[in-house]
């Protein structure tokens, strides 16, 4: 383990690397408490600089003319260097943030395949030639905003970065990167990655710091042409309010309070299994986490019984031992934060089920470990319904018929993701089309792919990340229109 002071990482500007060691701020493990790494911290003149190589970078008649297959073949040597270096991007999302190591590894792979993935949408998207309404040939060209700022949470960085730089670079953009302060070297790595694979400088440049400086000056710079966000719903209104001011298209990916449904005909045993996976993986530190249970009442008992179960039997520990399946919560602050909600809810009339409280393993007391929790007896108004918790913490709710459970669903801001359980096609169907969310699953959850579209309804964002249309998001389109008209036409034509 590296102590405060043996380094300092720097950021990326230009291609080179900018340390900063009279303004740092430390990276924290929260399996120890102990410190990581020391991090520079971007000031607005770091901003300046990282947006001018950017702008500069863009406009270079060698990438904005670059062809697609080109362009294809660099997103693939970064995907190389990617899973050449993958234990080494796993290992530092492990230490930053907690995950345990198996799906640090996964999580890793999915990043270098998601590169991979928009090389092959980069050399293969056409546009189009539209209708024609009069004696012309109309068509569509897509072109790049420019510079893009991508700014990524700290509970999947190395799938969150990747899934903006990559179709960003795939449309033509330069990127900024502002990773979280809580997760800032996965960025950095793959900043260097980048290099390596011989991604013209400037094309990436990554800024580290606080939020409200380097973030800030991110978002408001006047060069700065399309912003892409995954974060908190407050964060992601007043940046939306200030590119609605610069009149500049934005991405949100926000939070989310998913609805994980079952009905009676259910098959308990796999949707029990599929609720367990959907809130407690990853600490419940997910967006989509089927953080609301909804339990048809015939099944209610014996569903909330076995849940209990599953849930007293995880096995919460330090990130690196193989046994463990789940580790810390990413900070203390927010372990304290999760423990606060779960408070209130006892506050509010909840029953604690299972967990509520921090583990009492002595080789865990450093750490910021929180047993996975199940609460009962809640109105569907009370806080921890109506918020998220964004920890592995599940509100159990019972309903009656379709009509009480899609109303319930449907009842808080958000709208990011949601699960139904049934044997019954039509009813599936009936419940998928009503639910208002992004994302629906049917019996299974939290099964993601790169090549479908994924986004929010309500306060849960606005835009759709991935998929092929995850390129067009970080493209503007543009109408020509070419004259067929042969009376338009010079006599002579000129040569060349």
């Not at 979280?180 to 950095?188: C, D, G, I, Q």
């Not at 009842?411 to 049934?422: E, Q």
């Amino acid at each position: 383990m590296q102590q405060s002071g043996q380094q300092i990482k720097g950021m990326l500007i230009g291609g080179e690397h900018v340390v900063t060691p009279d303004t740092t701020f430390d990276s924290i493990n929260p399996a120890t408490g102990e410190v990581n790494f020391r991090v520079s911290s971007g000031s607005a003149a770091h901003v300046d600089a990282a947006v001018a190589s950017a702008r500069a970078a863009a406009a270079d008649p060698a990438w904005r003319d670059m062809l697609p297959h080109l362009r294809a073949r660099l997103l693939n040597r970064i995907a190389d260097g990617m899973e050449a270096r993958a234990d080494e991007f796993a290992r530092l999302q492990m230490l930053e943030n907690g995950k345990v190591w198996s799906e640090c590894k996964a999580q890793a792979a999915s990043a270098a395949a998601t590169f991979r993935y928009y090389a092959a949408v980069c050399e293969t998207l056409g546009a189009e030639v539209t209708p024609s309404r009069g004696d012309y040939l109309s068509m569509t060209a897509y072109e790049p905003y420019g510079v893009v700022v991508a700014i990524t949470p700290w509970n999947s960085p190395m799938t969150m970065e990747a899934q903006k730089v990559a179709p960003a670079l795939a449309a033509g953009n330069a990127v900024v990167l502002k990773p979280s302060e809580v997760t800032p070297s996965a960025a950095l790595l793959l900043g260097e990655v980048a290099l390596e694979a011989g991604l013209p400088r400037g094309l990436l440049n990554v800024v580290t710091g606080d939020g409200r400086i380097t973030g800030s000056a991110l978002v408001n710079h006047p060069d700065v042409r399309m912003v892409s966000f995954t974060g908190g719903t407050a964060t992601g209104r007043s940046i939306a309010a200030i590119a609605a001011q610069r009149l500049i298209p934005v991405a949100l990916e926000l939070g989310g309070k998913s609805p994980h449904i079952l009905f009676d005909d259910a098959n308990v045993e796999a949707a029990i299994d599929g609720v367990v996976d959907g809130i407690f993986e990853g600490s419940g530190q997910s967006c989509v986490a089927g953080s609301r249970l909804f339990l048809q009442r015939g099944i209610y008992d014996r569903a909330v019984a076995l849940l209990v179960e599953k849930a007293n039997a995880i096995r919460v520990g330090m990130p690196h031992d193989g046994g463990s399946r789940i580790g810390p919560l990413a900070g203390f602050a927010h372990r304290d934060r999760v423990a606060g909600f779960v408070d209130g809810a006892r506050r509010e009339g909840g029953q604690v089920l299972a967990g509520g409280c921090p583990p009492t393993a002595p080789e865990l007391a450093r750490g910021a470990f929180y047993l996975p929790t199940v609460i009962g007896g809640l109105d569907p108004r009370a806080t921890a319904v109506q918020q998220e918790i964004f920890g592995p913490v599940l509100c159990v709710l019972p309903f009656d018929d379709e009509a009480d459970v899609i109303a319930q669903a449907n009842g808080t801001v958000f709208g990011l993701a949601s699960g139904i359980w049934t044997g019954n096609y039509q009813r599936a169907w009936r419940v998928a089309r009503a639910v208002e969310t992004g994302l629906v699953w049917i019996n299974t959850y939290k099964q993601l792919s790169i090549a479908t579209p994924f986004g929010g309804f309500k306060e849960s964002g606005i835009g759709r990340e991935k998929g092929v249309n995850g390129v067009r998001l970080y493209q503007q389109s543009k109408g020509i229109y070419w004259s067929m008209n042969p009376a338009n036409m010079p006599s002579s034509p000129a040569a060349g």
